[in-house]
């Protein structure tokens, strides 16, 4: 049957149904994954995650500017510390499920969740990961970034530079209304060209929010598959991408059970940022 008059839509709580409800709707019906409401933030709450960002990038260009060969990761954890609370931030690493500091200093083989610990003094030629997350006024922004400590090897070098371009490709594949999945396929189709391996135990995140919500963001896959990404939503990519192996393990050494490592113990590199999703594309809420 056809309807004569157009009619307009309304959903039954009175509110008229917006481009944006017929393209979830429509998916919805396909069977795909697609955001609830929640995860879609208001202006006002973009606000507080962009007010966030901008400290929790202060924090990472605070380590910029002091890391060093022969500092060990204990104190990149205290500029970290200082400077995100002294600024009216948490860390929101700390204490979070057990984590006891407030950042990620991750070396070589480890690809996330180092520890920062006095033994681990940097050295000539080591990859470093320093991720931090803020919390401000209940919101949450979340990057990290690759630092390498003097001169390393090109093997070492183009490692750090291919994890950086998967990071960027995968933000130029995030388009309103695409799905994760086509995020994921643009970072492995990059990483394999050079052979590399893109982790798959850990993933990228929706945040804001909380530090970890809904959807996760696979740095892996096919096209099409995953969640449905719509404007107003807030999320991180971070591939974690692998001199060999995909795989990794938890470090036997550590305690906690936080400190991820290579499979074949070669090294690992990283780097996260916060995007928001907009009409147009990413915009990048951690820079
Ligand atoms: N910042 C990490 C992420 O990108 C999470 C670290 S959780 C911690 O999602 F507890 F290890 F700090
Ligand atoms: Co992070
Ligand atoms: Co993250």
Redesign the pocket.
Known sequence: MVFKKKRRWHCLSGQPITDMDKQVMYWENKGKLVPTRDLIKTPEQIEGIRRSGVINTEVLDEVAKNIHEGMNTLEIDKICYDYCVSHGGTP??LN??G?P?S??TSINEVV??GIPKEEDVLKEGDIINV???TILDGYYA?A?RMFIIGKTTPEKEQLVRVAKECLEIGAEAAKPYCFVGDIGHAIQKHAEKYHYGVVRDLC??GVGLK??EEPEVLHFGHRGTGMLIVPGMVF?I?PMINMGTWQVFIDADDKYG?EVITGDEKPSAQW?HTFLMTEHGVEILSE
């Open positions: 929101a690493c979070y499920e984590y500091k950042v990620c996330c969740h991720d931090f997350t979340d990290s990228g995140h530090f970890h991180t971070e936080w996260e």
